[in-house]
């Protein structure tokens, strides 16, 4: 039990759809992360929330539509995907202000694109 | 610009024997490096930081790090290795200096323990 759970684990969609991942965190923090993580590429860091307000955003397409209405929830909404991304979709949380603290992780979301 | 690198795409060892994966990090300032295992469909678990003081870390799963700050580098190091050790590893540092407080992750390395 990681403290941050994702869902669903696994989802196929078509490229036109819309799908909604949704990350929940159990350990009272107040920042929030979405990677992305492709084979053979490095974790790809897509936005980051801080007290619920988005502080990163790194050139994501605006296919990926983040939003977090409070600090324990986080969600990522997604529209015309296209194949290229089919990967693992990661959540993490952290205490910002504690330099020192690690990152926690959800077990992700496997998503595949027809 | 603050980065890691894990040299090695793969390291292979025989059950029994040490381990060690490489990191190498550049960084304005005092590092805060941290060590992360991923298995297989699974997310990525914390498993040690260096923060400051001792150099040698120790974290779960009987594993430490060594920081070696002339080097610039923190390797994760294990005595004996195990079957179940195979798994992704990764090394990261937080970016404190920018004041963005990003962590910044390596490539990965795969680790194979050989029976």
């Known amino acids: 039990e990681t403290g941050v759970t994702q869902t669903p684990r696994h989802l196929v969609m078509g490229m036109t759809n819309k799908k909604s991942l949704k990350c929940e965190q159990h350990l009272g923090h107040n920042a929030m992360y979405w990677y992305k993580q492709s084979a053979k590429k490095p974790l790809e860091l897509m936005f980051v929330?801080?007290?619920?307000?988005?502080?990163e955003n790194n050139s994501v397409p605006s296919r990926f539509s983040p939003e977090c209405p409070n600090s324990s929830h986080l969600f990522l909404h997604l529209h015309t995907l296209q194949p290229e991304d089919s990967a693992l979709y990661l959540c993490?949380?952290?205490?910002?202000?504690?330099?020192?603290?690690?990152?926690?992780f959800g077990d992700g979301t496997r998503l595949s694109i027809l | 610009a603050q980065s890691v690198a894990q040299p090695e795409d793969q390291v292979n060892v025989a059950e029994g024997n040490p381990l060690t994966v490489k990191c190498t990090y550049s960084v304005s300032g005092n590092p805060y490096l941290f060590w992360y295992v991923q298995y297989p469909n699974r997310g990525l678990q914390f498993l040690l930081k260096?923060?400051?003081?001792?150099?040698l870390v120790k974290g779960s799963y009987g594993f430490e790090a060594e920081f070696n700050k002339s080097q610039t580098s923190f390797h994760l190091k294990k005595p004996s290795a195990l079957v179940s050790d195979s798994a992704l590893y990764f090394c990261a540092v937080r970016d404190i200096a920018s004041g963005t407080y990003k962590y910044i992750f390596g490539t990965g390395t795969r680790l194979k323990v050989l029976a």
């Open positions: 260096y923060i400051t003081g001792d150099n």
């Open positions: 929330y801080n007290f619920k307000e988005q502080t």
């Open positions: 993490a949380s952290s205490q910002d202000g504690r330099k020192e603290q690690p990152q926690h």
